[in-house]
């Protein structure tokens, strides 16, 4: 299926005001030995040493918050076993919730591999699935439903892996990517470059796997750092896509091949009986499995301010809770930032430095380049993307007015005092 074409965009408004900053990268403290196997109910006690980067304050159990005058108290009844509220500009932690513990992470561990791997390979390259290519997927696995011997393209791959989460279509991915082992290696390598010293990936689908683990704030630095790219952010802000299926005869013998749509799973953007779509979602990823329960990453726009929330296992059972906590916690970021006074920060990567030059260009985005390793748009994710031939995207057309953002791009942070967003789609009605 050939890559659906973009919708026409605004053109962005760049700003000529750049400020390079030194960027200093807190010491990075080690974070504690995964145990040797997650447990099917983890422990309801934190661990009481747990890594320190991004703060100290970040490093101790329970939770974390200045709640000095003006500041609004935090939502009732949060059950989650931990839980991060950032600025995504700034990187300022606004409050937090036993971020550096070390969880089983699910699907929100996809964060990671898409940062990793999206860059390897340009959208139209095609794939012919083989029986390998699908072997060692864990059972009860999300699927988007790869068929051997059919041939997808790595676009199609990608909207399997943001919107159904699809395990068959991780490990297509990372068969072509030299194998899993080289993969996880790979991703593991990311994480450290990164600083996100919590995480440790057997498994490039975040499929339960003895010693895997991350924690909220590594999940935040996955989910900070892949929306640096544009295809990154289009992928895990689009709601609905059609995706290829089988081969078929028509009645006169010639092939055929046929689609169905998918739906991205992501509730806060898509919306669902019990909880609306959440006003300026942009993304990012969810995830449930049997160790690590539910768990999200989300980012989100509201005047002016970027926050990304991370949630990681909630105790109630009720539906939608995780991202109900979620929404609870954007609410009050969106009403805290600019008065509470930080908690800590997100790191940048190791081998950041800054730079006066700011990218707004569309080239060298992620997976745009034979081969290579793509560099990142300066431009962020709006809302809900929208494209033509088959992929629907609603959301809310956003910009971003102020602040201080450290953009990702070929090495180097950019750092830009006013980043706004392209306007991807028209408000739903």
């Not at 600019?338 to 908690?343: A, D, I, L, R, Y």
Request: aromatic share 6%.
């Amino acid at each position: 299926m050939p890559a659906p074409k973009k919708t026409v965009r605004r053109s962005l408004l760049v700003t000529s005001t750049l400020v390079s900053l030194a960027l200093t990268a807190p010491v990075a403290v080690a974070a504690p030995k995964p145990s040797p196997k997650p447990s099917a109910s983890p422990s309801a006690t934190p661990p009481a040493g747990m890594s320190s980067v991004g703060g100290t304050r970040l490093g101790q159990p329970g939770t974390q918050v200045n709640l000095g005058s003006g500041v609004p108290v935090l939502p009732k009844d949060l059950t989650a076993r931990s839980w991060i509220v950032a600025d995504a500009e700034s990187g300022e932690v606004l409050a937090s919730h036993n971020s550096h513990w070390r969880l089983p992470p699910a699907s929100t561990l996809k964060m990671l591999f898409a940062d990793t791997v999206l860059p390897k390979f340009p959208k139209t390259t095609p794939h012919k699935v083989t029986r390998e290519d699908l072997e060692g997927i864990g059972a009860g696995s999300s699927m988007v439903g790869i068929k051997e011997g059919e041939t997808y393209t790595v676009h199609d791959l990608w909207l399997g892996v943001f919107l159904r989460s699809g395990n068959d279509a991780v490990h297509v991915l990372s068969k072509m990517n030299k194998g899993i082992g080289n993969t996880v290696r790979e991703m593991n390598e990311h994480a450290e470059e990164l600083q996100a010293l919590d995480t440790h990936v057997v498994s490039p689908d975040g499929y339960d796997a003895a010693e895997q683990v991350s924690s909220a704030y590594d999940l935040t630095l996955f989910a900070r750092s892949g929306m640096q790219k544009k295809d990154f952010r289009e992928y895990c802000s689009t709601l609905r896509a059609k995706f290829p299926g089988a081969t078929t005869k028509d009645k006169k013998g010639k092939p055929t091949r046929g689609s169905f749509e998918i739906q991205n799973t992501n509730r806060l953007l898509t919306g669902d009986y019990d909880i609306s779509q959440y006003p300026g979602i942009a993304g990012v990823k969810n995830g449930n499995t049997t160790n690590a329960g539910a768990t999200f990453t989300g980012v989100a726009e509201r005047d002016g301010r970027v926050l990304l929330v991370t949630v990681m296992n909630p105790e109630k059972s009720g539906h939608n809770e995780v991202y109900k906590e979620t929404a609870a916690l954007f609410d009050w970021g969106f009403k805290a930032a600019g008065k509470v006074t930080p908690v800590g920060e997100l790191v940048p990567p190791k081998g950041a430095v800054s730079s006066a030059q700011p990218d707004t260009s569309d080239e060298g985005q992620a997976g745009g380049g034979a081969g290579g390793t793509g560099n990142a748009s300066g431009k962020p994710v709006a809302a809900a993307a929208s494209t033509k031939n088959g992929v629907g995207g609603v959301g809310t057309a956003l910009g971003i007015a102020g602040g201080v953002l450290l953009l990702l791009a070929g090495g180097a942070f950019l750092v830009n005092r006013r980043w706004p967003l392209p306007d991807l789609v028209r408000r739903r009605r």
